[in-house]
């Protein structure tokens, strides 16, 4: 298969080799007709989704961590609602 794409030189690239099966191959290689563009790029944005999401699940598990230390007590909104400075309707 070839495309009508070329792939830019940048210093900050580096060419690896990657094995796939060959339905993820052919399936990556019908996105790249679709979206006009190459494997490269198309492996690079899906890796930048991927690692985006590991990050926010991360940060997620994090978050979820620090609330089971320290809960929430239940008169803690009260405490908030006497200090809060509410616009007159």
Known sequence: MTVDWT???S????????VLETDLLRAAD????KLKTNRSALFREALR???????????????REGYAR??????????????ADWPED
Not at 30 to 33: D, F, K, P, S, T
Not at 49 to 63: C, F, K, P, T
Not at 70 to 83: G, H, I
């Open 7 to 9: 792939v830019d030189y």
């Open 30 to 33: 019908r996105a790249v007709r």
């Open 49 to 63: 989704a991927h690692l985006s999401r590991l990050d926010q699940h991360e940060r997620e598990e994090r978050d």
């Open 11 to 18: 210093p900050h690239m580096t060419t690896i080799q990657v």
């Open 70 to 83: 320290y809960p929430d007590s239940l008169d803690e909104p009260a405490a908030w609602d006497k200090v």
